[in-house]
């Protein structure tokens, strides 16, 4: 065998080394790599030959389970605007009520009022009448005071009684010596207080209270017509005598 033989059979077997690293190294790697899945055909019959077994077959079209989203606690914001609205009726439907409610009783107040003045109004035309009456009545006597006067003078009669000023008085068995006192006050009231008084012999007033009817509450009218009472003088008599002044206060 000559050298030439010899370079050839080397050469062939270098290339044949060469050619068997290529394909080692880079062909049979690449044409090992995976290829992507593009999809299985499944069968949805009950066949065998559809695809294999039917448990396979469901089980690879089975759903899968998934959990139910988590509930929301939240209000939605169309009921909370629904509590908002029935709140801002209610408080508008309370709030008629109550004015309501105040103008009855101001009606009510008014009613009592106007009762209250026609009450007062027939009460000092009775006095007004029983006064006119009890002066007519002396000037049939021919006692001392008879007969009609106007003014702040004094009407009465033997028989205990007479008016003065507006004022009324009621000693059985006595007259008035000279006038009947008049309560100095300066309250704006209207109404009537009726003093019980008893009277000693010398005709001085020795006790005074506030009696019955009295419709005034003013402590200050009440004391200034006690003390109206005490200074006025009756004529005298026979032991003590009981009886009443009635003042009359009228708006001033």
């Not at 209000?75 to 004015?99: C, F, G, H």
């Not at 007062?120 to 006064?131: H, T, V």
């Amino acid at each position: 065998m000559n050298k030439a033989d010899i370079y050839g059979i080397t050469g062939s077997v270098i290339s044949c080394i060469l050619l068997f690293l290529l394909l080692w190294l880079v062909v049979i790697p690449t044409s090992q790599q995976p290829q992507d899945d593009e999809g299985i055909m499944v069968s949805f019959g009950d066949a065998v030959d559809g695809g294999g077994p039917v448990q396979e077959v469901q089980a690879a079209t089975k759903p899968v389970e998934t959990s139910p989203p988590p509930t929301s606690t939240t209000k939605p914001v169309k009921e909370n605007l629904m509590t908002q609205d029935n709140n801002s009726l209610a408080i508008a439907e309370q709030k008629k009520k109550d004015r309501e409610a105040r103008e009855a009783a101001e009606r009510e107040r008014r009613e009592q009022a106007r009762i209250e003045a026609e009450r007062k109004r027939k009460e000092q035309e009775a006095i007004d009448k029983a006064n006119a009456l009890m002066g007519g009545m002396g000037s049939n006597t021919g006692g001392s005071g008879s007969g009609t006067t106007t003014g702040n003078t004094t009407q009465g009669n033997p028989l205990g009684s007479g008016s003065s000023g507006g004022n009324s008085w009621s000693l059985s068995g006595r007259s008035l010596s000279g006038r009947l006192v008049q309560p100095s006050y300066n309250s704006n009231e209207e109404g009537r207080i009726t003093v019980n008084i008893r009277v000693d012999a010398n005709g001085n007033v020795t006790s005074a209270s506030v009696g019955s009817p009295t419709n005034i509450s003013s402590t200050e009218l009440r004391n200034a017509a006690i003390s109206a009472a005490k200074a006025t003088k009756f004529t005298s008599g026979n032991g003590v005598a009981a009886g009443t002044i009635t003042y009359n206060f009228r708006l001033r």
